[in-house]
């Protein structure tokens, strides 16, 4: 008890210093407080040698119950108890003491602040990233949906597209198709459509059929299932075709009259064609073209003259004046070069046909003319031939154009022809038949030396020449 009441004045005597220190006050308290001292019969006993000690080396004190108690040996409070003792010590005293704690709750306060913005900071990342979660989440159960409920088309449909279903096709393989020809905008729509129908026979036959460019996949299904389409014929006309030989392909594939598409093939007229075009020479577009049963010669050739207008027409060309010389160039692309010079060597023809050019003064000069006009096929003729006037398609003898295209061009060469590479070039030659290796020349001198290597190479390989 004793023990506490010591304890508990010394804070009271702590709390007057801070109030008076907190007041800008000197310290209040002059002497200190009576000390819990034992062994007072010890301080009063005698000395160490057995005697008392002098009164003068004593000094006594009145306690709370006025008895005398030594003080001697006591402990002195320090100068500064009855003076002003420097802020600087005071503020000492008191952290020693535990009094100034304005820096503790100062530190409180900045690590209350770090730790609310660092749970800030941990709470907006958590939204941030819940938020990516949900995103992420959205747009891929979106795309999961679309998947398994692709887009239909509205309808109801544009260009007529002709589709063939062969033997031994599924109907995986036909929707797979139909949304590579863009008829459906997927291929489970289709087969979602099929199996929806009211047919009872769920089966698409063999056949050409005709649908529609972006339609919707229950109108192909309504086409396409247990539907026993007309049969049909078969064309295929092959590039560089001279018109003789497509119309006997025609024919043969038709079964129609000869005779009848050849005389049709003299009245271009009856085409929508110039009244410059004497035949269709070069009108009838390769490819494969299928017709039904009962179609009629002019349908057929129509169909073909009509592929070629659009194939001009995508090669920038609406004039049909200008669309036939296009395909006499073209055609003597087909004939003379391979697909991958067929532009430089449109660039060189231009440069021919130009009347002020000092290689071939307006000659075209090329050898598939000149056996086009004999009606042959090999590249082998006689110097007589070749100064021959007679033949009009001799391009060694007249200057410019040949009357017509030699044979069919494809899609390729049309464009080429439509769209020359503008060079320098006069001449060209192959001087490697295995690897197609093309030289072209400005100059006649350099073209000879050209020339000269191909016979080379010919020499070396007289197997392929």
Same mark, same amino acid.
């Given at each position: 008890?004793?023990?506490?009441?010591?304890?508990?004045?010394?804070?009271?005597?702590?709390?007057? *210093?801070?109030?008076?220190?907190?007041?800008?006050?000197?310290?209040?308290?002059?002497?200190?407080?009576? @000390?819990?001292?034992?062994?007072?019969?010890?301080?009063?006993?005698?000395?160490?040698?057995?005697?008392? !000690?002098?009164? $003068?080396?004593?000094?006594?004190?009145?306690?709370?119950?006025?008895?005398?108690?030594?003080?001697?040996?006591?402990?002195?409070?320090?100068?500064?108890?009855?003076?002003?003792? @420097?802020?600087?010590?005071?503020?000492?005293?008191?952290?020693?003491?535990?009094?100034?704690?304005?820096?503790?709750?100062?530190?409180?306060?900045?690590?209350?602040?770090?730790?609310?913005?660092?749970?800030?900071?941990?709470? *907006? !990342?958590?939204?941030?990233?819940?938020?990516?979660?949900?995103?992420?989440?959205?747009?891929?159960?979106?795309?999961?949906?679309?998947?398994?409920?692709?887009? /239909?088309? @509205?309808?109801?449909?544009?260009?007529?597209?002709?589709?063939?279903?062969?033997?031994?096709?599924?109907?995986?393989?036909?929707?797979?198709?139909? &949304?590579? *020809?863009?008829?459906?905008?997927?291929?489970?729509?289709?087969?979602?459509?099929?199996?929806?129908?009211?047919?009872? =026979?769920?089966?698409?036959?063999?056949?050409?059929?005709?649908?529609?460019?972006?339609?919707?996949?229950?109108?192909?299904? &309504?086409?396409?299932?247990?539907?026993? @389409?007309?049969?049909?014929?078969?064309?295929?006309?092959?590039?560089?075709?001279?018109?003789?030989?497509?119309? &006997?392909?025609?024919?043969?594939?038709?079964?129609?009259?000869?005779?009848?598409?050849?005389?049709? $093939?003299?009245?271009?007229?009856?085409?929508?064609?110039?009244?410059?075009?004497?035949?269709?020479?070069?009108?009838?577009?390769?490819?494969?073209?299928?017709?039904?049963?009962?179609?009629?010669?002019? /349908?057929?050739?129509?169909?073909?003259?009509?592929?070629?207008?659009?194939?001009?027409?995508?090669?920038?060309?609406?004039?049909?004046?200008?669309?036939?010389?296009?395909?006499?160039? $073209?055609?003597?692309?087909?004939?003379?070069?391979?697909?991958?010079?067929? !532009?430089?060597?449109?660039?060189?023809?231009?440069?021919?046909?130009?009347?002020?050019?000092?290689?071939?003064?307006?000659?075209?000069?090329?050898?598939?003319?000149?056996?086009?006009?004999?009606?042959?096929?090999?590249?082998?003729?006689?110097?007589?031939?070749?100064? /021959? !006037?007679?033949?009009?398609?001799?391009?060694?003898?007249?200057?410019?154009?040949?009357?017509?295209?030699?044979?069919?061009?494809?899609?390729?060469?049309?464009?080429?022809?439509?769209?020359?590479?503008?060079?320098?070039?006069?001449?060209?030659?192959?001087? =490697?038949?295995?690897?197609?290796?093309?030289?072209? $020349?400005?100059?006649?001198? &350099?073209?000879?030396?050209?020339?000269?290597?191909?016979?080379?190479? #010919?020499?070396?390989?007289?197997?392929? #020449?």
């Amino acid at each position: 008890m004793r023990e506490e009441a010591r304890q508990e004045r010394q804070r009271e005597t702590l709390r007057a *210093l801070y109030e008076s220190f907190a007041a800008g006050q000197g310290l209040p308290i002059a002497e200190p407080s009576t @000390p819990e001292l034992t062994g007072l019969d010890h301080y009063l006993g005698a000395s160490s040698d057995g005697e008392a !000690a002098p009164d $003068a080396a004593l000094a006594t004190a009145d306690d709370q119950d006025g008895q005398q108690t030594h003080t001697r040996f006591l402990p002195t409070l320090a100068a500064a108890h009855t003076a002003q003792t @420097p802020v600087i010590e005071q503020q000492d005293a008191l952290h020693r003491n535990g009094l100034l704690d304005q820096d503790d709750e100062a530190s409180k306060k900045l690590r209350r602040k770090k730790t609310r913005r660092k749970r800030n900071l941990v709470m *907006l !990342a958590t939204v941030v990233i819940f938020a990516l979660v949900v995103a992420g989440s959205f747009y891929f159960v979106k795309s999961l949906v679309k998947q398994f409920n692709p887009d /239909d088309y @509205p309808g109801p449909g544009g260009a007529t597209v002709e589709f063939t279903v062969e033997d031994g096709w599924g109907l995986g393989a036909i929707s797979r198709k139909l &949304e590579d *020809l863009d008829v459906i905008s997927n291929d489970k729509l289709l087969i979602k459509a099929v199996e929806n129908s009211e047919r009872a =026979n769920k089966v698409v036959h063999p056949g050409t059929y005709q649908l529609k460019s972006q339609m919707p996949a229950a109108d192909a299904a &309504e086409i396409l299932v247990d539907n026993r @389409p007309g049969k049909v014929f078969y064309i295929g006309l092959k590039a560089n075709l001279r018109l003789n030989a497509a119309l &006997e392909e025609i024919a043969k594939g038709s079964g129609l009259k000869l005779a009848d598409l050849e005389k049709l $093939a003299g009245q271009p007229e009856k085409f929508g064609l110039p009244s410059s075009v004497p035949n269709l020479e070069g009108w009838l577009h390769p490819g494969e073209y299928r017709f039904a049963l009962d179609s009629t010669p002019k /349908d057929v050739l129509a169909k073909m003259v009509r592929s070629t207008k659009n194939t001009l027409k995508d090669a920038g060309i609406t004039d049909l004046e200008k669309g036939y010389r296009t395909l006499k160039v $073209a055609s003597i692309l087909q004939a003379e070069a391979r697909e991958k010079d067929y !532009a430089t060597v449109a660039g060189a023809i231009e440069n021919r046909l130009n009347p002020a050019n000092k290689e071939t003064h307006g000659l075209l000069q090329v050898d598939s003319t000149v056996i086009y006009g004999l009606d042959r096929y090999s590249l082998q003729f006689s110097q007589a031939e070749r100064k /021959d !006037a007679g033949n009009k398609y001799n391009t060694y003898v007249h200057k410019g154009l040949t009357p017509t295209p030699i044979g069919s061009p494809a899609t390729s060469a049309i464009k080429a022809a439509a769209n020359p590479q503008s060079n320098g070039y006069y001449y060209w030659v192959t001087v =490697n038949i295995e690897t197609g290796e093309t030289k072209f $020349a400005s100059s006649y001198a &350099e073209h000879q030396r050209n020339q000269a290597e191909f016979r080379a190479w #010919c020499q070396q390989n007289s197997d392929v #020449c």
